[in-house]
């Protein structure tokens, strides 16, 4: 297994849309340990390929406090949602970074698991919210552009001043 290299916000590969996996082999079995290896060590609670520099319609997401529960979804398709609810979130691609962005409180989500087994999964709360997220992901879409232009300058200003500092 290795630790995969995660993309940071404002980073234009970020803004890949994702293609769907067209079979599940191997080599996307590889891919999804090294990602949940990448997840853990983070350490965060989920994580897309489009974060990673792969632009393929895989997550990962564990949300469990044992880190012991790893929920793999190619192709994730929510099928259904509803509710509606506000929850502070971060990522692990916008790191030190946090707020609240409204999502569907409740999704039903329909996915191939890591043999390539569809399945489908009613999620609430922070899972409903974590599937949402990395969702966007590999729609090409970041949490912190939910937010207005304003605080959003703001969050590139932090990021880049702190981008600087590192080098």
């Not at 946090?98 to 999704?107: H, M």
């Not at 949402?132 to 937010?147: A, P």
Request: contains cysteine.
């Amino acid at each position: 297994m290795a630790i995969l290299k995660i993309l940071e916000y404002p980073d234009e590969r970020l803004h890949t849309i994702a293609k769907a996996v067209p079979a599940v082999t191997d080599n996307t079995r590889t891919l999804i340990r090294d990602m949940a290896e990448t997840m853990y060590t983070a350490p965060g609670i989920g994580l897309a390929a489009t974060q990673v520099d792969v632009h393929q319609r895989i997550i990962v997401i564990d949300t469990s406090e044992t880190h012991d529960q790893l929920l793999t979804f190619i192709n994730p398709e929510i099928i259904a949602n509803s509710g509606e609810s506000e929850r502070e979130e971060g990522c692990l691609s916008v790191p030190g970074i946090y707020g609240k962005v409204r999502r569907a409180e409740a999704v039903t989500v329909k996915a191939l698991d890591s043999e390539g087994k569809e399945f489908v999964l009613d999620a609430s709360g922070l899972l409903a919210v974590c599937i949402q997220h990395e969702m966007d992901h590999l729609m090409g879409k970041v949490f912190v552009e939910y937010w207005s232009d304003l605080k959003r300058s703001r969050v590139l200003t932090k990021l880049k001043k702190r981008q600087r500092n590192r080098m």
